[in-house]
């Protein structure tokens, strides 16, 4: 007979075993669900699936002051999507705005903001993407008026107004507002539509999130700094949280317009302690009094 101290070493190298045998693939998985949630929190959905298209495919219409941009396909078709592109060529495009033959990408697709998302992150939106059915399906031209359809003068724009780099989360700051701070600057990248542009499409960094009536498809977007005249310093906090999980206000009524979408798509996806933190983070930020509704 075995001597008895012999079973649970047996034992414990059987698990191990296991583990190492099906770790790999648990892992993998893991991966494309957490994906997942973050495409959700990226809001990739609404923006990269036209109206009546296929999800992800493209050709999405967003009307901007300078012209309409249509988004590309982002399923992982080796042809018209992303199913060459290797994990570089991906965190390039995140981190710096760069296609894989080297051409700038139009600010309009939030690289400014993504930036800030971390690798581990962005990989793992690849691996969710590069998990799904590949849709052929050639990306639209832009529809943009000159000299902004120049491509190259998009150099000087990163020269002027962009910031490369990951999110650095503030060690004075708890864990929780540093999530919120990540997800409201990064992934979710509120500001690019809730902060009004100059002339040259650049966010203004002395209003940021302050609104702008010149938001996608000519929309209002307003203002969500927690300034309590024209931003939402008046809303419970729960009013807030209802409102990015479902799109309904305080008053009943539902959110309308790319915002709609935002939630529809991504948002009611989300945690609760993610759309708290969410909050949170909103409410602590400067109030800015900016006020963007029509004029009656």
Not at 14 to 34: G, H, K, Q, Y
Request: positive net charge; glycine residues 10%.
């Amino acid at each position: 007979m075995p001597a008895p101290w012999r079973q649970p070493i047996v034992a414990a190298a059987l698990v191990l075993m296991l583990l190492a045998t099906t770790s790999p693939a648990a892992e993998e998985e893991d991966n494309r669900r957490r994906g997942e949630y973050l495409v959700r929190a990226g809001n990739c959905f609404s923006c990269h699936t036209a109206v009546g298209g296929q999800p992800l495919a493209g050709g999405r219409a967003i009307a901007t002051p300078f012209g309409t941009f249509y988004s590309p396909n982002i399923t992982p078709d080796p042809e018209t999507g992303i199913g060459r592109w290797t994990d570089a060529e991906f965190l390039k495009a995140l981190r710096e705005g760069a296609r894989p033959d080297g051409a700038d990408c139009f600010p309009v697709f939030p690289y400014p903001s993504f930036t800030r998302i971390i690798d581990n992150d962005a990989l793992a939106i690849k691996a969710y993407l590069f998990s799904l059915p590949p849709v052929r399906q050639d990306n639209r031209p832009h529809d943009v008026r000159f000299p902004f359809s120049w491509r190259f003068l998009q150099t000087g724009w990163k020269l002027l107004f962009f910031t490369p780099g990951p999110f650095q989360p503030a060690p004075e700051r708890s864990a929780a507002y540093n999530r919120g701070a990540y997800l409201v600057t990064a992934l979710a990248h509120c500001g690019e539509c809730h902060t009004p542009r100059n002339f040259l499409g650049a966010v203004r960094s002395g209003q940021r999130l302050a609104g702008t009536p010149d938001g996608p498809g000519g929309l209002i977007v307003p203002n969500v700094t927690p300034d309590p005249g024209t931003g939402i310093g008046k809303w419970e906090k729960r009013d807030l949280l209802q409102f990015l999980r479902t799109g309904t206000k305080s008053n009943q009524s539902k959110v309308k317009g790319a915002m709609r979408a935002t939630i529809e798509d991504g948002l009611k996806y989300l945690s609760d302690a993610d759309l708290e933190a969410i909050a949170d983070y909103l409410f602590t930020q400067p109030p800015i009094f900016h006020n963007v509704a029509p004029k009656r």
